[in-house]
């Protein structure tokens, strides 16, 4: 008995280092977070991981369905009957399920939708995020005969509005403003209130109210209507969330994709390096390791162990690597220069260094899998001899000290590229390019930086070429945010823009036939691969490694790279034994 | 001796609070801002629903985050105005530097940009990961540090002493990330040996004593990270200094009453050479500091490094400076407790001497 505890320690360290336990179907599914989610305030939207967690807590009108990578009614009952009113706005007729409950069991209803709405107007909230998202809803018209139908009334005629205008969590009015103070005020009212004047009581008291709650780290100060409520949280360490025992949708006969919810508990273990991550998932800590890095990934494959113990799953995803040009710079003024240059960029080799081949080259920013995909383009190919006729006919010459000139400019060619150092597929990127560029005489300086400092250079307009992710979605075709000439100074950080660019921008956002949209789509990739303000290189891939005992594994294209609450233990599964 | 020390903690506290300051200005100074890290990102596809967010949007967006976070005050009592002709403008006690004097006098460290809490509790909170592992680190480094000293400055020869010696250099020149990644993999490996726990909180149905072994046994890869990282910074120094006193006459007349090799180390040679190591040991708190970032981050542990690190990367500037002053104070508590035992050592180097 002396050396009992002692026995008994190394068994639960053996235990809790090297064998998998019985999977039961309440057993937690463990899941690997790089970072700590920081806040869970539903208006924050702060990062991948908060936008996850909060999605576990609360519901919103549309969810995502990993399943078909597309939006599907959650608390609302059906998709939103769509109608128009004047040159600009489009009202949407939506209709609360009448299932949907808070978790004191009062109904969710249209007030509770316009009171969210409003708080994300209110000052001092950070709701700065949600603010920009959501401005496009102008008012909320509640049905009086019926109080969970509404009508958003939202300042677009784009053709996706009635898709994206429903996913944000809706918050309960009466956990917040029980008084319903906020319905004396319109939602316009509060958008148009000017930020140097001081907010109307009823607004300060309800911002109040808020901050008190400390919703970012007590979201259980506020009852929610989604599946999981928050059972603990170890900062940078681990969230637990655990399944309500009665959940509205329970009740439902069949619920759809986005209300069912397997998992009796979800863990996540923020784990910030992803070699020690590969080893929590190898000594089974983790369940379940999503947007696995490439290199990683191709080690776990490589091992046989791991590959008896684990399952691989690859998806294309909506990231696009692109290499900007600055137009606005006088060397790369003519679209013949930024073609040369674009010719010198090597996808195919990217694609193997970077990613193991398995992304997806593009012709445009549209994915090949899309119906509007331009097919008669050529793909974007390595091509330096090409690219040497291109800067001859923009009218650049070699002079005899091996620099290229251009008659009245009174430098040479040389380009600064700008990246965010801590991506290693910017740096190979980069790289290739420089070495590519240093072949034809063309100097290139690589200025790896901080996140926000690339991003306020390039917002700034300091830089000749830039590399970056733009992170895409099937949800929408609005690509004005980068390429119209308003977003100058803000998303568009090539300068890119003219009248009739602009024009059609807003044309393919708004054009509802699918016919035309096609064909505005088309003219759109091809007129950006001849002005080549961007150049896209190709589509990421997401990579998912999980236990090979979890089933209903739904991997996707959309962050975060599966469906979270699809995943379950089988109903019974023997002990596996490992040599 | 009194009027000395309460002079140099006077002088250690105002260091810490210069220093402080300097990051506090020197931050909001810096390109790249906190609105920039919290803002989504311009020219992001994927929420299709923002429309053309025009530059004026993002300028009003920001502004108000910037008021939110009290970033729209001046930043100190005097700012020269952009561009020319850059006139130097009186702000008086409304600027950013004043309120978080205020607030700091008043024991309120501010509030994490990213999720509002305290700075104050955000630090003690994960002060009980990282004190009591450098803490740990710290004892134990020492401890062997001497043993292996004096069992290194012995006469030289011996395969053994050897294979240490070179082993020590080897882990002085070997940066701490790789050695913290090869004990990881060698120790908490499934294809190789899995001993050790690396991430978790271990089993949920544990008892309390079980859980603690569980902890002492995940602290036991950091630990021994941070050990071997340091241990050769202490011990090496220290041999040479035992060499050089074991040569020294004194020695000679001890050998000579016939003490053993090791006697005149333990007895003789030790307290001169451990007035040295003093100053060394001081230093070990920065070495510490940046170690266990590394070991942090790699273990998962959610300590006083990590959270710095993410806060800088962040441009979270209230935890940021928060962190710096704890640090500062720290390091510099260290230098007055150095300067103390060296004066309690020797006292020939009291300032009344």
Not at chain 1, 91 to 113: C, F, I, K, S
Not at chain 1, 137 to 152: E, G
Request: proline content about 8%; some cysteine.
């Amino acid at each position: 008995m002396r050396y009992y505890w002692l026995g008994s320690l190394f068994a639960l360290l053996v235990s809790a280092c090297s064998t998998p336990a019985a999977k039961q179907a309440s057993t937690p599914i463990h899941i690997r977070w790089a970072r700590d989610p920081e806040t869970l305030d539903p208006l924050a939207l702060s990062n991948p991981s908060a936008i996850d967690a909060i999605n576990l807590l609360h519901l919103a009108l549309l969810q995502v369905d990993f399943q078909h990578n597309k939006y599907a009614p959650a608390l609302a009952q059906d998709f939103p009957g769509v109608r128009y009113e004047g040159d600009s706005l489009t009202l949407l007729d939506y209709q609360l399920r009448e299932a949907a409950t808070w978790d004191n069991g009062e109904p969710v209803l249209a007030t509770d939708v316009d009171f969210t709405l409003k708080l994300m107007h209110c000052p001092g909230l950070p709701n700065e995020n949600s603010r920009a998202q959501y401005g496009f809803i102008r008012q909320v018209r509640i049905d009086p005969a019926n109080p969970r139908r509404f009508t958003l009334v939202c300042r677009s005629r784009s053709a996706e509005t009635a898709s994206i205008s429903g996913d944000f969590p809706v918050l309960p009015e009466a956990a917040l403003d029980p008084a319903h103070t906020l319905r004396s005020l319109l939602l316009a009212t509060l958008q148009d209130w000017p930020l140097s004047r001081s907010p109307a009581p009823a607004v300060a008291a309800v911002v109040r109210r808020y901050q008190q709650a400390n919703l970012a780290r007590q979201p259980h100060n506020l009852p929610g209507c989604g599946p999981y409520r928050l059972a603990s949280w170890q900062t940078n360490q681990e969230l637990h969330f655990q399944r309500k025992a009665h959940w509205w949708a329970d009740k439902l006969p069949a619920a759809p994709i986005v209300l069912q919810a397997r998992p009796q508990e979800l863990v996540f273990s923020v784990l910030p390096d992803d070699a020690a991550a590969a080893l929590a998932l190898r000594r089974h800590d983790i369940d379940v390791y999503p947007q696995v890095p490439a290199r990683i990934f191709q080690q776990l494959q490589a091992s046989q162990a791991a590959r008896q113990e684990l399952v691989f799953y690859t998806h294309s995803s909506y990231d696009i690597l692109t290499v900007g040009f600055n137009t606005r710079r006088a060397a790369l003024r003519d679209r013949r220069t930024r073609q040369a240059l674009s010719r010198l960029f090597d996808p195919v080799r990217l694609l193997a260094a970077t990613q193991l081949g398995q992304g997806t080259r593009t012709v445009g920013l549209l994915p090949p899998s899309s119906s509007f995909y331009n097919d008669s383009l050529p793909l974007p190919a390595y091509a330096p001899a090409e690219a040497l006729a291109l800067l001859q006919q923009a009218g650049w010459q070699r002079g005899a000290d091996g620099h290229w000139r251009q008659p009245g400019l009174a430098t040479p060619l040389a380009v600064v590229l700008r990246y965010r150092a801590e991506e290693a597929t910017f740096a190979t990127t980069g790289l290739q390019f420089k070495s590519a560029a240093a072949q034809l005489g063309i100097p290139v300086t690589l200025l790896p930086a901080e996140g926000s400092v690339t991003t306020a250079a390039l917002q700034a307009g300091d830089f000749d070429l830039y590399i970056r992710l733009i992170k895409g979605s099937p949800f929408g075709l609005n690509f004005a945010t980068i390429l119209h000439s308003e977003a100058i100074g803000s998303g568009n950080f090539t300068g890119f823009g003219r009248p009739d660019t602009d024009r059609l921008l807003v044309a393919i956002s708004t054009e509802g036939n699918l016919a035309r949209k096609r064909q505005l789509l088309r003219r759109f990739q091809a007129i950006i691969q001849e002005e080549m303000p961007v150049l896209p290189l190709f589509f990421l891939p997401y990579r998912l490694a999980a236990t090979r005992q979890l089933q209903h594994i739904v991997p996707s294209g959309l962050k975060p790279g599966y469906a979270m609450t699809a995943l379950a233990w089988p109903a019974a599964v023997p002990p596996a034994s490992h040599p | 001796m009194l009027r000395w020390l309460i002079a140099r903690l006077g002088r250690a506290a105002a260091a810490a609070w210069l220093i402080a300051s300097l990051v506090f200005i020197a931050s909001r100074l810096l390109p790249g801002s906190p609105e920039q890290q919290a803002l989504a990102e311009a020219g992001d596809l994927s929420r299709p629903a923002a429309g053309v967010l025009s530059a004026a949007n993002q300028a009003q967006n920001r502004l108000a985050l910037r008021r939110r976070l009290g970033l729209e005050l001046p930043l100190f009592y005097v700012t020269r105005s952009p561009g020319p002709p850059g006139r130097w403008q009186w702000h008086g006690t409304a600027n950013q530097y004043h309120a978080w004097v205020v607030a700091l006098l008043h024991g309120d460290w501010g509030h994490s940009y990213r999720d509002g809490q305290p700075v104050l509790a955000l630090l003690r909170q994960a002060l009980v990961y990282s004190l009591p592992l450098a803490g740990a680190a710290a004892g134990l480094a020492v401890g062997l540090a001497l043993a292996l000293a004096l069992y290194l400055a012995q006469e030289p020869g011996g395969l053994l002493r050897q294979v240490v010696f070179t082993l020590l250099s080897a882990l002085q020149v070997m940066p701490l990330f790789l050695l913290a990644l090869g004990l990881l993999l060698l120790l908490a490996n499934p294809d190789f040996i899995n001993i050790l726990p690396a991430a978790g909180q271990g089993p949920a149905d544990a008892t309390r004593w079980q859980l603690a072994g569980y902890w002492a046994a995940r602290a036991a890869l950091p630990l021994l990270s941070l050990v071997l990282a340091v241990l050769p910074e202490l011990t090496l120094p220290l041999v040479a200094l035992l060499r050089y006193e074991t040569r020294a006459g004194y020695a000679t007349t001890a050998r000579a009453k016939g003490l053993t090799a090791m006697q005149i180390l333990r007895r003789h040679a030790l307290p001169n050479a451990v007035l040295p190591l003093l100053t060394t040991l001081a230093d070990l708190l920065p070495t510490l500091a940046a170690g266990v970032v590394v070991v942090e981050v790699l273990f998962a542990l959610p300590g006083n490094g990590r959270l710095l690190a993410e806060a800088a990367a962040a441009h979270d500037y209230p935890l940021v400076v928060g962190g710096v002053l704890l640090t500062a104070g720290a390091r510099l508590l260290g230098l007055v407790l150095a300067d103390v035992l060296y004066f309690l050592l020797d006292p020939r180097l009291r300032p009344a001497a």
